[in-house]
C-alpha cells in the first residue's frame, strides 16, 4: 500500500527540478504534496495549483497538476475565480508568508469569510528568501535582517489565531520535517469543505535558517484537543506558537456550493427575455 | 412652426424627483414613438446638492444630449441661478412659483407655476410636484400622457394609491400647461410611426446584455461610480445563466479572480473606473504575459485621483495603452453611444478569446449612464468565438505557449487534458521558466504580433466626403456630438468627414492615414487636458492634427465641435449665470 502510494506520489512530480536551496524546508512541504495528492488520487488534470510570487510560490512549476504562477500577493483571489469557474476542480493555493499576509494579506479575512472551497498552505519561514533576508510578517520582534540592521521593531503576526479569528473551515499547523504529519494536514484541508488553511513552518536555510530549533521545539496539539471548538482554538493558538496540528474546523457549505444551490433556484430566463425588458413597445404617432 | 426635437431639462436638489421624473419622461417619450437621448449630473454626495436630468426628444433620431436648453424646468433658485444660461435664445423656462425668483431679463421668456401647490391639489402630497414637471412638459411639446400614465400605474402598483395620485399630478401638470401657459415653439413635430423595433436603455446595461451574449460567466466587480451598477445589474441575471458576479475585496481581487476563472475556462470580465484601473494595472500585465482572455471594462470618470467621480472624462486613455510595467500586448476599445456598445463588448470577447489577451473598453459617464432609443439589437448577427483549444487527439507533450507563424498557441483548460502551469514570469514553448535572450525576444515578438490581424480590421466608423475641407477623427461617446456638428458645419459650408476607429491599441494607423489624406486638415476632439488620443495619432500615425479638448466634466454639444471647426472657438462650459445667453456664450 505504502509502495503504491510512492508511485502515484512519483506522477505528481514534474520534470522541472526545484529552485530551492540545498535544505530548504519547500522541498518537505512538496514531498508532502505529493502524498497527499497521492492518497486523495487526485487527477492531475483536474488539480489546480494558484500561487503568488516568492521562493515558494515557484512550486505549482513543480507538480504535474495545473498551475497558475500569478503576481505577488494575489494567489487566494485567482484561486476563487479558478474554483467558482469550475467548482469540479480540486484548487490549492500555495505561498509564502510574505506573499500571504504582507502584500496579499488584505485578501486573507475574505478568502475565509466567502469560503471557497480553497485548501491555501503557507510555506512560513520567517523570512523574504527570494529578496535575500529581509524581515516578514510572521518575523519574530528584534529579528536582525538587512531591513532591520538595529532588530525588528514590529511583533510577529499569530497566523493560526487571525485564521481562527477570520472563521476558516480549517487551520491547522505543520511543518516540512515532520512530513507524515503534514501530508495528513493537507489531505484533511483539501477533503474539508470551504476554505482551508494550513500554515506550514518551512525553514529557509540561507537567511533564516531556524532548522534546528524548530524541529526542538515544535509539538503536537494534545490529543483531547477540540477541533469544533473554538475558544479552545484560540486558546491553543495564542497558547504557544510551535504548535502543530488542527486548531479548529467549522463545517458549513462552500461558498461553490452556496452559488450552485443560487443559480439552481433562479429562474432562468433568455437573454431575448432580458432585452424585451428594455422594449418599446410600437406605438401609434400621438403628437397632439 | 414645429420643431424637430427639444431639450428639456428638469433641474432641482438632489431628493427632489428630478431623476425619477427625467426617466418617466424619456420612457413616456420613447412609448409615444420619440427618440429620446439623456444626460444628466447629480452630486457625488448621497444626500443634497444640485441635480438636472435632460431629455432630448426628437421625431428623428438624435445623437448627442442637445447644443442649448429649450425647456428648464426649475424645481428651486439655484437650479435657476446654475443653469439658465444654457437656456437657447428662444427657450423657455418654467419654474417653481413658490421658491424662483428668475432675474430680469429672462422674465419674458419664464412662466410661475405653483408645482407643489398643483401637487397637493391632486392629493399626492408636495412630493408630486416632480409628475408636476412631467406633465407641464408633456402639454407644452404635445406629448400624449397615455403612455406615462400605465407606466406610473405599473411602477406605483404596490403602492396603494400612490399612482393615482401621482397621475392626478401628471395630468394637472399638463393640462396647467395647455391652458396657462404660452403655446410658444414647443412642440414637437410627429413621431415617424415605428418601422423597427426599438429599445430603452443605458450604455452600461447595454454593455451587460452585449456580454451575456458573448457567453459571459464570471463577473467580479468592486462598487466605484459610474461602473457599480454593471455589477448590480449583472448580479440579478448571471445566475440565471449559470453563472456568477462577486463583490469582491477591492480591485486587484477582481481582476485576479477574473483571470482566475478565465485560466479556468470561463468568459470572464470586470468593471471599474479610473482609480480600479490604477489598481489592476500589475495584473493587466500578467493577463499580457501569461495570455488570458479578460473583458476589463473603464467607464472614466473626470480624474486624476479622486477627481469628481459622478463626471465625464475621457483622460485613462494612455493608461488603457500604457499603463504597467513592462511592455505587456493589450487590446483597448471604445464604444461611442449606446448602440454601439452592443458590438463593442462582443467584439471585445472576441478579441479577448481569439487573441488571448486582456481587452480594456473605455466607456465614461456619461456613456454608461445616459438613457438612449436605439434599435433593438440583432445578436444573433453578431458572432461570438471562443478561443483555441488543442487537439483532443494530440500526441506527443502540450505546449501551452507553442511558437507559431499567427502568435496564437491554443489554450488548455483545467478538466481536460494539457495540465500546464500560466504564468507571468518569462517562459519557454511548455511554459517552463526561461530567461534567455533569444527567447524572452520571440516570446514578446509573439505576443504582439498575435494582435496585427485586429490593426487590420477592427471596425471603423466614417461618415462624409472622401474629399472634405475638414476631417474630425475621435474615439469613444464624442461619436454623437460630432456627427451633429458635421452637419452644423456643412450648414455653415465647410464639408466635414468623420471617423471613428473602435479599437485604439492596437491602432488601425494605415486605415486612418488614408482617411485623413483626403482631408485638408484633422481636428481631434477629445474630453481631456491633455489632448491624448491626439499625440497618439502624431506619433504613430505621424498626422498633424488640431487637438481640441474640454475636460470640464460636460461631453461635448455639436455647437462647441462646430464653433471649433468653423471658427476656432475653444469649447467652454460655464455655470452660475456668467452668460446670459448659450446662443452667445460659446467661445
Redesign the interface.
Known amino acids: 500500500m505504502a509502495d503504491e502510494i510512492k508511485v502515484k506520489a512519483n506522477r505528481f512530480k514534474s520534470d522541472l527540478k526545484p529552485i530551492w536551496c540545498p535544505g530548504c524546508g519547500d522541498f518537505g512541504v512538496l514531498a508532502a504534496a505529493y502524498r497527499a495528492f497521492a492518497e486523495l488520487d487526485l487527477d492531475p488534470d483536474r488539480t489546480v495549483i494558484v500561487s503568488g510570487i516568492g521562493c515558494s510560490s515557484r512550486f505549482p512549476g513543480f507538480v504535474t497538476t495545473y498551475g497558475f504562477h500569478g503576481v505577488h500577493g494575489r494567489a487566494l483571489p485567482t484561486a476563487m475565480g479558478v474554483k467558482l469557474a469550475n467548482p469540479e476542480l480540486t484548487v490549492i493555493a500555495v505561498g509564502g508568508d510574505g506573499d500571504g499576509f504582507a502584500i496579499g494579506g488584505g485578501h486573507f479575512p475574505h478568502a475565509a469569510r466567502r469560503n471557497v472551497d480553497i485548501t491555501y498552505v503557507i510555506m512560513d519561514n520567517q523570512t523574504y528568501g527570494l529578496t535575500k533576508g529581509q524581515v516578514s510578517p510572521t518575523s519574530l520582534h528584534q529579528q536582525r535582517s538587512p531591513s532591520t540592521p538595529y532588530g525588528n521593531l514590529e511583533e510577529p503576526m499569530n497566523v493560526v489565531a487571525t485564521a481562527i479569528a477570520a472563521d476558516c473551515s480549517f487551520v491547522a499547523r505543520g511543518a516540512s520535517f515532520r512530513s507524515k504529519e503534514l501530508t495528513e494536514l493537507i489531505v484533511e484541508g483539501i477533503q474539508q469543505p470551504g476554505f482551508s488553511f494550513i500554515d506550514a513552518f518551512s525553514p529557509c536555510t540561507a537567511f533564516n535558517n531556524t532548522t534546528q530549533s524548530w524541529k526542538e521545539a515544535v509539538h503536537q496539539l494534545p490529543a483531547e484537543h477540540e477541533q469544533r471548538d473554538r475558544a479552545a482554538a484560540f486558546a491553543a493558538a495564542l497558547d504557544d506558537k510551535m504548535t502543530l496540528g488542527v486548531f479548529y474546523r467549522h463545517d458549513r457549505p462552500s461558498m461553490d456550493a452556496l452559488v450552485r444551490a443560487m443559480q439552481d433556484a433562479s429562474d432562468p430566463v433568455t437573454l431575448d427575455e432580458l432585452v424585451d425588458g428594455f422594449a418599446i413597445a410600437p406605438r401609434e404617432p400621438t403628437t397632439a | 412652426m414645429?420643431r424637430d426635437d427639444i431639450a428639456v431639462r428638469l433641474a432641482g436638489e438632489s431628493g427632489e424627483g428630478v431623476i425619477s421624473g427625467g426617466d418617466i419622461l424619456a420612457t413616456g417619450a420613447?412609448?409615444?414613438?420619440y427618440w429620446a437621448l439623456t444626460f444628466r449630473t447629480y452630486p457625488a454626495e448621497i444626500k443634497g446638492g444640485p441635480c438636472m436630468y435632460q431629455v432630448r426628444v426628437g421625431a428623428e433620431q438624435v445623437f448627442s444630449q442637445g447644443n442649448a436648453v429649450d425647456l428648464l424646468v426649475c424645481f428651486n433658485q439655484e437650479a435657476f441661478d446654475l443653469h439658465h444660461h444654457e437656456l437657447a435664445h428662444d427657450g423657455h423656462i418654467v419654474c417653481d412659483a413658490e421658491s424662483v425668483r428668475v432675474t430680469p431679463q429672462f422674465e419674458s421668456r419664464s412662466s410661475e407655476v405653483p408645482l407643489a401647490g398643483l401637487a397637493q391639489e391632486a392629493g399626492g402630497g408636495r412630493r408630486g410636484k416632480n409628475m408636476v414637471a412631467v406633465g407641464l412638459v408633456c402639454g407644452l411639446l404635445?406629448?400624449?400622457t397615455?403612455?406615462i400614465e400605465e407606466m406610473i400605474l405599473k411602477r406605483y402598483a404596490h403602492k396603494g394609491d400612490v399612482g393615482e395620485a401621482n397621475i392626478r399630478s401628471l395630468l394637472a401638470g399638463a393640462s396647467f400647461a395647455r391652458e396657462q401657459l404660452p403655446a410658444g415653439g414647443h412642440?414637437?413635430?410627429?413621431?415617424?410611426?415605428?418601422h423597427e423595433?426599438?429599445?430603452?436603455?443605458s450604455g452600461n446595461?447595454a454593455i451587460c446584455?452585449g456580454a451575456?451574449?458573448s457567453g459571459l460567466?464570471?463577473y467580479?466587480g468592486y462598487p466605484i461610480t459610474p461602473a457599480s451598477d454593471i455589477l448590480e445589474w449583472l448580479a440579478g441575471?448571471l445566475?440565471?445563466?449559470?453563472?456568477?458576479a462577486?463583490q469582491?475585496?477591492?480591485e486587484?481581487?477582481?481582476l485576479?479572480?477574473?483571470?482566475?476563472?478565465?485560466?479556468?475556462?470561463?468568459k470572464?470580465m470586470t468593471a471599474t473606473s479610473g482609480p480600479g484601473l490604477s489598481l489592476m494595472s500589475?495584473?493587466v500585465?500578467?493577463a499580457g504575459m501569461?495570455e488570458i482572455p479578460a473583458v476589463i471594462i473603464d467607464s472614466q470618470r473626470s480624474g486624476p485621483s479622486t477627481g469628481m467621480p459622478t463626471k465625464t472624462e475621457q483622460s485613462d486613455l494612455n493608461h488603457a495603452l500604457y499603463g504597467g510595467h513592462g511592455e505587456a500586448p493589450r487590446v483597448v476599445m471604445a464604444p461611442t453611444s449606446v448602440e454601439d456598445c452592443f458590438q463593442v463588448i462582443v467584439e471585445a470577447f472576441n478579441a479577448a478569446e481569439r487573441f488571448q489577451v486582456p481587452v480594456i473598453v473605455l466607456s465614461d459617464q456619461s456613456l454608461s449612464h445616459r438613457l438612449e432609443?436605439v434599435r433593438?439589437?440583432d445578436?444573433s448577427a453578431m458572432d461570438v468565438v471562443d478561443r483555441a483549444r488543442p487537439d483532443a487527439g494530440q500526441n506527443g507533450a502540450y505546449r501551452r505557449y507553442e511558437l507559431r507563424p499567427d502568435g496564437v498557441s491554443p489554450m488548455a483548460v483545467?478538466?481536460?487534458?494539457?495540465?500546464?502551469?500560466?504564468?507571468?514570469?518569462e517562459h519557454d514553448e511548455a511554459g517552463?521558466?526561461h530567461y534567455e535572450p533569444e527567447l524572452h525576444e520571440a516570446m514578446m515578438a509573439k505576443r504582439f504580433r498575435k494582435l496585427e490581424p485586429l490593426a487590420r480590421n477592427g471596425r471603423i466608423t466614417i461618415t462624409g466626403p472622401e474629399r472634405a475641407d475638414v476631417g474630425l477623427l475621435g474615439w469613444g461617446s464624442t461619436e454623437g456630438a460630432v456627427l451633429e456638428a458635421a452637419q452644423i458645419c456643412l450648414d455653415r459650408g465647410v464639408k466635414v468627414s468623420t471617423c471613428y476607429p473602435r479599437t485604439l491599441a492596437p491602432l488601425p494607423v494605415e486605415r486612418i492615414a488614408e482617411w485623413a489624406s483626403g482631408m485638408d486638415r484633422v481636428v481631434v476632439p477629445e474630453l481631456n487636458v491633455t489632448g491624448q488620443f491626439a499625440r497618439l495619432v502624431r506619433s504613430d500615425v505621424g498626422l498633424e492634427v488640431s487637438s481640441v479638448r474640454k475636460a470640464s466634466g460636460l461631453p461635448f454639444t455639436a455647437r462647441q465641435i462646430a464653433d471649433y471647426v468653423t471658427e476656432g472657438a475653444p469649447p467652454v462650459d460655464r455655470t452660475g449665470g456668467i452668460a446670459e445667453d448659450a446662443e452667445v456664450s460659446v467661445g
Not at chain 2, 239 to 244: A, H, I, L, Q, T
Not at chain 2, 256 to 266: C, K, M, N, R, T
Not at chain 2, 414 to 425: E, F, L, N
Open positions: 414645429k420613447a412609448r409615444a414613438g404635445g406629448i400624449d397615455a403612455r412642440k414637437l413635430r410627429s413621431a415617424e410611426p415605428e423595433e426599438r429599445v430603452l436603455l446595461q446584455l451575456l451574449h460567466a464570471y467580479a441575471r445566475p440565471k445563466f449559470g453563472g456568477v462577486i469582491t475585496e477591492d486587484i481581487a477582481a485576479a479572480s477574473v483571470l482566475g476563472a478565465s485560466f479556468a475556462g470561463s470572464a500589475e495584473l500585465g500578467l501569461a432609443t433593438r439589437p445578436f483545467p478538466g481536460a487534458r494539457g495540465a500546464y502551469v500560466s504564468t507571468g514570469i517552463n521558466p
